[in-house]
């Protein structure tokens, strides 16, 4: 069965410092994956889209790995903001079109 | 930037009424997608529409939930005769092309069963 996870469930980082979020897949044919952001009660926020056939992608303070023969993927976020307080979604595409997601982490940037 | 719309934000209706949620996609897009998150829950799958009709749907997705895309620009989801369990927070998202592009969501109607 393909299934995503993210550990922890929830982290706490004071303002100022980097981050990483992890996200872990079962199935390395992957076709690619997607983080998103969540606020409470929001929508979904695409923030990366990372392929397959790529081992990073940055946009901003936010940079994106892709491991597939682990079955990892990272998030990681330089320079924290209270702003970046959020849950984070990773979500894997294993090529059947539907997007399959992890519960998330919930990041608190600590002021 | 163009963006998923859904409507309403909010919907409460009562235990065996139908409800039709809506979304208007991101015009260029093909790829139409429902998801749902249960409070407290991941977001899982629903359905993808492509060219009129189902392409894939999920064990969730029974007889009591149809999807239809009206016109050129809506696309809806009508759930026949509601549930309590069907209180969640339900996502549209599309995308231009299958597989290896973005898919963008919607902010969420969030329906409550009562």
């Known amino acids: 069965k393909q299934e995503v996870t993210q550990i922890p469930a929830a982290l706490s980082v004071p303002e100022g410092e980097n981050l990483v979020l992890n996200c872990s897949f079962t199935?390395?044919?992957?076709?690619?994956l997607q983080w998103f952001r969540q606020d409470p009660g929001k929508g979904l926020t695409s923030l990366l889209l990372?392929?397959?056939?790529?081992r990073e992608q940055t946009s901003g303070r936010l940079n994106a790995s892709l491991d597939k023969s682990s079955g990892r993927s990272t998030l990681y976020i330089a320079a924290s903001q209270p702003g970046d307080s959020a849950t984070y979604l990773c979500?894997?595409?294993?090529?059947?079109?539907?997007?399959?997601f992890g519960t998330g982490t919930r990041l608190t940037i600590i002021p | 930037e163009p963006e998923v719309t859904q409507t309403p934000s909010h919907q409460v209706t009562q235990m065996g009424q139908e409800v039709i949620l809506r979304c208007v996609p991101i015009?260029?897009?093909?790829?139409f997608y429902w998801y749902r998150q249960i409070l407290g829950q991941k977001v899982e799958f629903l359905v993808s529409?492509?060219?009129?009709?189902?392409?894939?749907k999920s064990e969730i997705f029974d007889d009591q939930f149809s999807v239809e895309r009206p016109d050129g620009s809506n696309f809806t989801l009508k759930i026949r005769s509601t549930k309590l369990e069907d209180s969640a927070m339900y996502f549209c998202?599309?995308?231009?092309?299958?597989?290896?592009?973005?898919?963008?969501f919607g902010q969420g109607t969030r329906l409550t069963v009562v």
């Open positions: 979500a894997a595409n294993f090529g059947n079109e539907k997007l399959t």
């Open positions: 529409f492509y060219n009129n009709e189902i392409s894939e």
């Open positions: 990372i392929q397959s056939s790529q």
């Open positions: 199935d390395s044919a992957i076709y690619n």
């Open positions: 015009s260029n897009h093909l790829y």
């Open positions: 998202a599309s995308r231009n092309r299958v597989s290896d592009t973005e898919a963008f």
